[in-house]
T-cell receptor, first 113, second 110 residues
Framework: NAGVTQTPKFQVLKTGQSMTLQCAQD?????MYWYRQDPGMGLRLIYYSASEGTTDKGEVPNGYNVSRLNKREFSLRLESAAPSQTSVYFC????????????FGDGTRLSIL | GDSVTQMEGPVTLSEEAFLTINCTYTATGYPSLFWYVQYPGEGLQLLLKATKADDKGSNKGFEATYRKETTSFHLEKGSVQVSDSAVYFC?????????FGAGTTVTVRA
């Protein structure tokens, strides 16, 4: 019962370094998402992929890129990390169709110094 | 656009007390509504859902009813336990994107 798996769980970067966060799901879901969680702000959508081969910007895409590698995997890349990107990042997935609930990974805690 | 407003916390209760967390929403169409729970150091877990007006979602003693007339989806539990201490998020979706409230931290004391 792995569900949504995120790696790494923790990471510390220096300003300007690059990093790719990995996400894989084993539920045969079509849609995948990346969120960031900051204190008092709930979760904000960075990018999403409604289906394999498509990606779209969410609420806060600046400074990030994504790749939907295949149906299972959806990665998030920080090309030049900034302290403002210190956050907890969550990947999620959902089955095909509108208005489906999303299933979340345990998060990656990223600190940028 | 779509938005969710939920009761600010933190909320501190004694064991066996009644819990209510208010949630109201703004949406243009017919969203599905959710409550998620986040335990310390973990990701979000779906607690319950409702997909249309007057639906009641329930799970683990928690309940919420989709009220279109008041655009609300308040979470309730009749008798909380220490293990219910967590952050609770109200959310809605119209399509693929989830819109979340800011979260309400609940602490239950023995």
């Amino acid at each position: 019962n792995a569900g949504v798996t995120q790696t790494p769980k923790f990471q510390v970067l220096k300003t300007g370094q690059s990093m790719t966060l990995q996400c894989a799901q084993d539920m045969n879901h079509n849609s995948m998402y990346w969120y960031r969680q900051d204190p008092g702000m709930g979760l904000r959508l960075i990018y999403y992929s409604a289906s394999e081969g498509t990606t779209d910007k969410g609420e806060v895409p600046n400074g990030y890129n994504v790749s939907r590698l295949n149906k299972r995997e959806f990665s998030l890349r920080l090309e030049s990390a900034a302290p403002s990107q210190t956050s907890v990042y969550f990947c999620a997935s959902s089955s095909q169709g509108r208005n489906q609930p999303q299933h979340f990974g345990d998060g990656t805690r990223l600190s940028i110094l | 656009g779509d938005s969710v407003t939920q009761m600010e916390g933190p909320v501190t209760l004694s064991e066996e007390a009644f819990l209510t967390i208010n949630c109201t929403y703004t949406a243009t169409g017919y969203p599905s509504l959710f409550w998620y729970v986040q335990y310390p150091g973990e990701g979000l877990q779906l607690l319950l859902k409702a997909t249309k007006a007057d639906d009641k979602g329930s799970n683990k003693g928690f309940e919420a009813t989709y009220r279109k007339e008041t655009t609300s989806f308040h979470l309730e539990k009749g008798s909380v336990q220490v293990s219910d201490s967590a952050v609770y998020f109200c959310a809605l979706t119209e399509g693929y994107k989830l819109s979340f409230g800011a979260g309400t931290t609940v602490t239950v004391r023995a």
